[in-house]
């Protein structure tokens, strides 16, 4: 069955540290896709990136960088040097292939950065 | 281009009472969404539509109808609420089954 993990509920950081955002997926299709989102508190839900199976590259986006591992089934999110505006829920998804693509979603891991 | 729209953006409700949310797109999108959001357990896809005039159910479809009139807008019925469906309900779309979903602003609901 499917079934996405975000094990941190919540994390303190102070301003520039790094962070990073565990993920983990479970999933019997070889042909999925991942998706990170970014929900500040005015609530919005802002998409961060995707990312399919057959594509392993790590991608790097400014502050953001985005650690996919089969073999861990993990597909992990980093901020480096983060910022007060990095402060939101992040949630990671998932969408199969045999599951006509409906997302499954993480319970989500709300970021806190400190001043 | 506005994306995805939600109308309304608050309500309150009284147990029994029935409404309707609308949610428009302007992204030539084929495929929609009904999420609802509650504390602690992320998004759960509550009904979709993968064009004009098809719906089909999600993980939590009750309590809740859904019309595709227009491929444009996609709108979420409850017909005699009930407080366990407080919750933020999102519309989303997409071109594809396997293509990026883009979310609207969110309906916050609260049924007393």
């Known amino acids: 069955a499917q079934k996405v993990t975000q094990a941190q509920t919540e994390i303190s950081v102070v301003e520039k540290e790094d962070v990073t955002l565990d993920c983990v997926y479970e999933?019997?299709?070889?042909?999925?896709?991942l998706f990170w989102y970014k929900q500040p508190p005015s609530g919005e839900l802002v998409f961060l990136i995707r990312r399919n199976s057959f594509d392993e590259q790590n991608e790097i986006s400014g502050r953001y960088s985005w650690n996919f591992q089969k073999s861990t089934s993990s597909f992990n999110f980093t901020i480096t040097a983060s910022q007060v505006v990095d402060s939101a829920v992040y949630f990671c998804a998932l969408s199969e292939a045999s599951g006509t693509y409906k997302y499954i979603f993480g319970t989500g891991t709300r970021l806190k950065v400190l001043a | 281009n506005a994306g995805v729209t939600q109308t309304p953006k608050f309500r309150v409700l009284k147990t029994g009472q029935s409404m309707t949310l609308l949610c428009a797109q302007d992204m030539n999108h084929e495929y929609m969404y009904w999420y609802r959001q509650d504390p602690g357990m992320g998004l759960r896809l509550i009904h979709y539509?993968?064009?004009?005039?098809?719906?089909a159910k999600g993980e939590v479809p009750d309590g809740y109808n859904v019309s595709r009139l227009k491929k444009q807008n996609f709108l979420l019925g409850l017909e005699s609420a009930a407080p366990s469906q407080t919750s933020v309900y999102f519309c989303?779309?997409?071109?594809?089954?396997?293509?990026?979903?883009?979310f609207g602003p969110g309906t916050r609901l609260l049924v007393l």
């Open positions: 989303a779309s997409s071109h594809g089954t396997e293509e990026t979903q883009y």
């Open positions: 539509s993968v064009g004009e005039g098809t719906t």
């Open positions: 999933t019997r299709d070889t042909t999925y896709y």
